[in-house]
Protein backbone atom coordinates (compact mmCIF):
# COMPACT_ATOMS: atom_id res chain seq x y z
CA UNK A 1 0.00 0.00 0.00
CA UNK A 2 1.09 3.35 -0.74
CA UNK A 3 -0.47 6.68 0.16
CA UNK A 4 0.51 9.94 -1.52
CA UNK A 5 -0.06 13.28 -0.91
CA UNK A 6 0.34 16.04 -3.14
CA UNK A 7 0.88 19.64 -2.23
CA UNK A 8 2.63 23.41 -3.63
CA UNK A 9 -0.37 24.18 -6.44
CA UNK A 10 -1.76 27.35 -6.38
CA UNK A 11 -2.68 30.17 -8.38
CA UNK A 12 0.22 31.96 -10.95
CA UNK A 13 -0.01 34.48 -13.56
CA UNK A 14 1.14 33.23 -16.93
CA UNK A 15 5.02 32.99 -17.23
CA UNK A 16 5.27 31.99 -13.28
CA UNK A 17 6.88 29.50 -11.97
CA UNK A 18 5.14 26.50 -9.14
CA UNK A 19 7.05 23.84 -7.75
CA UNK A 20 4.82 20.60 -7.01
CA UNK A 21 5.56 17.88 -4.41
CA UNK A 22 4.57 14.31 -3.92
CA UNK A 23 5.71 12.80 -0.40
CA UNK A 24 4.68 9.54 -0.80
CA UNK A 25 4.15 6.71 2.45
CA UNK A 26 4.31 3.24 1.87
CA UNK A 27 3.93 -0.19 4.10
CA UNK A 28 6.06 -2.97 3.39
CA UNK A 29 7.24 -1.50 0.26
CA UNK A 30 10.68 0.95 -0.43
CA UNK A 31 10.16 4.10 -2.24
CA UNK A 32 13.38 3.31 -4.13
CA UNK A 33 11.48 0.51 -5.68
CA UNK A 34 8.61 2.81 -7.50
CA UNK A 35 8.62 4.32 -10.43
CA UNK A 36 6.97 7.93 -10.06
CA UNK A 37 4.54 10.16 -12.50
CA UNK A 38 2.88 12.81 -12.84
CA UNK A 39 -0.28 13.36 -14.53
CA UNK A 40 -2.92 16.11 -14.45
CA UNK A 41 -6.53 16.65 -15.52
CA UNK A 42 -8.46 19.85 -16.69
CA UNK A 43 -11.85 20.37 -16.37
CA UNK A 44 -14.12 18.67 -19.35
CA UNK A 45 -10.99 16.91 -20.29
CA UNK A 46 -9.18 13.59 -20.05
CA UNK A 47 -6.34 12.76 -17.75
CA UNK A 48 -3.10 13.90 -19.10
CA UNK A 49 0.13 12.41 -18.90
CA UNK A 50 2.96 15.14 -17.47
CA UNK A 51 6.20 13.48 -16.20
CA UNK A 52 7.65 10.11 -15.12
CA UNK A 53 10.61 9.42 -13.17
CA UNK A 54 12.45 5.58 -12.83
CA UNK A 55 13.13 4.26 -9.40
CA UNK A 56 16.57 5.38 -9.26
CA UNK A 57 15.75 8.65 -10.94
CA UNK A 58 18.19 8.47 -13.53
CA UNK A 59 15.80 8.55 -16.52
CA UNK A 60 12.81 10.76 -17.43
CA UNK A 61 10.52 11.23 -19.67
CA UNK A 62 8.08 14.44 -20.54
CA UNK A 63 4.96 15.31 -22.49
CA UNK A 64 5.66 17.19 -25.35
CA UNK A 65 3.31 20.15 -24.43
CA UNK A 66 5.87 20.47 -20.75
CA UNK A 67 8.94 19.47 -22.33
CA UNK A 68 11.70 22.42 -21.63
CA UNK A 69 9.28 24.10 -19.24
CA UNK A 70 8.78 20.83 -16.03
CA UNK A 71 11.06 18.92 -14.72
CA UNK A 72 10.82 15.77 -12.73
CA UNK A 73 12.77 14.82 -9.91
CA UNK A 74 13.07 12.90 -6.82
CA UNK A 75 14.83 11.96 -3.68
CA UNK A 76 14.75 8.48 -2.25
CA UNK A 77 15.97 9.67 0.79
CA UNK A 78 12.94 11.95 1.90
CA UNK A 79 10.04 9.63 -0.02
CA UNK A 80 9.60 12.25 -2.13
CA UNK A 81 8.76 13.70 -6.02
CA UNK A 82 9.60 16.86 -6.70
CA UNK A 83 7.37 18.40 -10.48
CA UNK A 84 9.11 22.27 -10.82
CA UNK A 85 7.08 24.40 -13.31
CA UNK A 86 8.65 27.07 -15.14
CA UNK A 87 7.28 29.64 -17.76
CA UNK A 88 3.68 28.54 -16.92
CA UNK A 89 0.44 28.85 -19.53
CA UNK A 90 -2.94 29.10 -19.07
CA UNK A 91 -3.08 25.98 -20.66
CA UNK A 92 -1.14 24.17 -17.48
CA UNK A 93 -4.41 24.88 -15.88
CA UNK A 94 -5.34 21.54 -14.00
CA UNK A 95 -5.57 19.19 -10.71
CA UNK A 96 -2.22 18.04 -11.00
CA UNK A 97 -1.95 14.29 -9.48
CA UNK A 98 1.13 11.94 -8.72
CA UNK A 99 0.85 8.47 -9.04
CA UNK A 100 2.88 5.45 -8.19
CA UNK A 101 3.41 2.49 -10.26
CA UNK A 102 4.31 -0.90 -8.49
CA UNK A 103 7.11 -1.63 -11.22
CA UNK A 104 10.80 0.27 -12.29
CA UNK A 105 10.65 2.00 -15.78
CA UNK A 106 9.29 4.77 -17.11
CA UNK A 107 5.81 4.72 -17.88
CA UNK A 108 3.28 6.97 -19.36
CA UNK A 109 -0.50 5.61 -19.47
CA UNK A 110 -2.47 6.24 -16.28
CA UNK A 111 -3.54 2.45 -15.92
CA UNK A 112 0.31 1.30 -15.13
CA UNK A 113 -0.08 3.06 -12.40
CA UNK A 114 -1.60 1.38 -8.96
CA UNK A 115 -1.44 4.03 -6.07
CA UNK A 116 -2.86 8.06 -6.96
CA UNK A 117 -2.81 10.95 -4.70
CA UNK A 118 -5.95 13.32 -4.46
CA UNK A 119 -4.43 16.02 -6.68
CA UNK A 120 -3.03 19.61 -6.25
CA UNK A 121 -4.66 22.27 -8.36
CA UNK A 122 -3.03 24.62 -10.69
CA UNK A 123 -4.37 27.96 -11.92
CA UNK A 124 -2.41 30.21 -14.23
CA UNK A 125 -4.08 33.07 -15.17
CA UNK A 126 -3.35 35.11 -18.50
Known amino acids: QVQLVESGGGLVQAGGSLRLSCAAASSGRTFSSTAMGWFRQAPGKEREFVAA????????IYADSVKGRFTISRDNAKNTVYLPMNSLKPEDTAVYHCAAALRCGLRTQWNQYSYWGQGTQVTVSS
Open 53 to 60: ISCGGGST
